[in-house]
């Protein structure tokens, strides 16, 4: 599989076994070496066998060289995890131990404790001992406690062990993916959008990352100077006109580009796609003459300026966009880059997050209208069923560019159901249907002067999905908007009714939040609407708020509205201290900490 280029280290976990020192007639501490390594060997192969990092490869897992009983060998394992890259600690214990001695101390690491529950030894008690230390050394660290008692030489991971150790460990590698890494901007603010207006600092003292910024020119000057790799382009642009459908020409016959200059205006949009990911991930192809291009900008996500200036006069950048977030090119199956449209920094980086957290390719949208049970009816004739009727209605996803061609639904799990996959498991059948069930029309000449090609499909099936929106609020900082809901599969003449009244060339996504009818943000679809923080959403496949709860809490980014089951926050111990209302106690523990890389 191609392998992205991004430079730097990927995280890695830790283990610390840590156990009772104490020797003497009874060696209380060797009588429990086996069962605490045993732990931290456990909790390894789970995350070595579950986990993987945004290019594919399993996540490392190191063990300390020994059982930690005393600082001394707390010391040892911090530089042993130091050198090795470390960047997540689990800690993990079957019996009382001598907290602030053995916890990790390394204010830059993200923690969790696992207190094994037997009752032979207070390995529960030590859990809580440590995680009131954490809490007193302002150093917050994840709790994890089974529910019940398990015997003392039983080595297996209950299943609600497993899954908090899971969503500490998707969360945590995800958070500390980005770490080092850049957010490259393609041009400036988008017709006055203010989530495209960029905050460096918020990305450097939250995210741990860097913003590069590049100027639009750049393209046309590596298009211009041959500044690419050609070979690159010229397979790109035979998979292109292999693969892509066109579609039509909606724009007035005077106002039709013709064939030789739609022709050109392909080639353009095709090589503008393999230089965004060039300015992004670098090149080794590129002549010797243009080394300092070949470095590129270690750029996990990006953002293309999209309109205007640019689209009123080159074609637009909607191919490039559409492409780089699928998660597969002329190169079959790749890691999905992060392209936002309109470069709303904000959207592009909601949509990083839920790539992190999920590997597959994520969904760029306006949220553009709601649609009552009752328009519905008026414009169409149908009643609304499903999951569209249980949340009183639905959303129209809609954005020219930005949307992966995975979001059409047309790829398949082994029961032929619509799933967008990992990107590893894209086979060569998924991305034939996908392109197949993709057209590419000519641009709508009333938003791009300058002609080039936008994506379109339609959603067509009902898949679980989660729509987030990342938000800046001057004197508070960044907050998280997470709505859990489903793709709507509409009839055919039922969705081609309500898409002809706006953009019917762009991709197109119905979607259903999952409702309570309760007054508040997700009484019904309309709310959430309502509610909603910006025009835009990222949008990715299946229900990930609780993972996305769990990383916000190790960023410090508050969430201001979910609908995710109480029941599955997991947040770092000490927000308990913070109150029982846990989206203020959230708000107040995230204020308390700050952000990670202050
Ligand atoms: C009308 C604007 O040109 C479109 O881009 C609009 O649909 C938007 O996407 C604004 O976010
Ligand atoms: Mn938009």
């Not at 990790?104 to 008690?125: C, L, S, Y």
């Amino acid at each position: 599989m191609a392998k992205s280029r991004l430079i730097g280290s990927y995280p890695v976990i830790g283990i610390r076994p840590t156990i009772d020192g104490r020797r003497g007639a009874l060696d209380v501490r060797g009588s429990l070496e086996d069962q605490t390594m045993n732990m931290a060997k456990s909790a390894a192969k789970l995350f070595e066998e579950n986990l993987r990092y945004s290019n594919g490869e399993p996540v490392k897992v190191v063990i300390a060289d020994t059982t930690i009983g005393r600082v001394g060998e707390s010391a040892a394992c911090a530089d042993k995890f130091r050198k090795e890259g470390v960047d997540i600690t689990l800690t993990v214990t079957p019996c009382w131990c001598y907290g602030a001695e053995t916890m990790d101390m390394d204010p830059q690491t993200i923690k969790a404790v696992w207190g094994f529950n037997g009752t032979e030894r207070p390995g529960a008690v030590y859990l809580a001992s440590v995680l009131a230390t954490h809490a007193q050394k302002g150093l917050p660290a994840f709790g994890i406690y089974g529910h019940d008692v398990q015997e003392a030489d039983d080595t297996s991971i209950p299943e609600d062990v497993k899954e908090k150790l899971l969503r500490f460990g998707r969360a945590a590698v995800a958070a500390a993916s980005m770490r080092g890494k850049s957010y490259l901007q393609i041009g400036s603010v988008t017709m006055g959008i203010g989530g495209s207006i960029i905050d460096s600092d918020f990305i450097e003292s939250y995210l741990g990352m860097r913003v590069e910024s590049v100027d639009e020119v750049e393209i046309i000057r590596r298009m211009t100077e041959g500044i690419y790799d050609h070979a690159e382009f010229e397979k790109a642009l035979k998979w292109a006109k292999e693969t892509c459908k066109i579609g039509w020409d909606k724009n007035p016959e005077e106002l039709q580009f013709s064939a030789e200059k739609k022709e050109e205006q392909f080639e353009f949009v095709v090589k503008m796609a393999v230089i965004i990911k060039e300015l992004m991930n670098g090149c080794d192809n590129l002549d010797p003459a243009f080394s300092e291009e070949a470095i590129g900008h270690n750029a996990l996500a990006a953002g293309f300026q999209g309109q205007r200036q640019w689209t009123d006069f080159y074609p637009n950048g909607d191919f490039a966009e559409a492409m780089l977030n699928t998660s597969f090119d002329w190169n079959g199956a790749r890691e999905p880059y992060i392209l936002a449209t309109e470069n709303d920094v904000l959207n592009g980086l909601g949509m990083m997050f839920m790539k992190l957290l999920t590997n597959r390719a994520q969904i760029f949208a306006d949220v553009r209208t709601y649609w009552s049970p009752e328009a519905v009816k008026k414009a169409t004739g149908y009643d609304l069923e499903g999951v569209a009727k249980e949340a009183g209605g639905f959303l129209h996803l809609i954005n020219s560019g930005a949307a992966c061609l995975d979001a059409n639904g047309e790829a398949k799990d082994e029961n032929g159901n619509a799933v967008m996959k990992q990107w590893w498991d894209i086979t060569e059948e998924d991305q034939k249907a996908i392109m197949d069930n993709t057209e590419w029309c000519m641009a709508d000449n009333g938003y791009f002067r300058g002609g080039g090609y936008s994506s379109r499909y339609e959603t067509k099936a009902q898949m679980p999905a989660t729509m987030i929106r990342l938000n800046l609020v001057k004197g508070l900082g960044p907050v998280l908007q997470i709505a859990e809901g489903w793709t709507v599969a509409l009839p055919a003449e039922v969705s081609d009714k309500l898409w002809k009244r706006t953009d019917y060339t762009w991709p197109c996504t119905w979607f259903a939040p999952r409702c309570d009818g309760k007054e508040g943000p997700f009484k019904t679809a309309y709310d959430v609407m309502n509610n909603w923080g910006a025009n835009h959403g990222a949008i990715s496949y299946g229900h990930i708020g609780a993972d996305l709860i769990t990383m916000c809490s190790m960023l410090r980014i508050p969430v201001s509205m979910h609908n995710v089951p109480e029941k599955d926050i997991y947040r770092p111990a000490a927000w308990n201290a913070f109150g029982m209302d846990k989206e203020g106690a959230d708000f107040r523990a995230c204020k308390n900490y700050g952000p990670l890389y202050k």
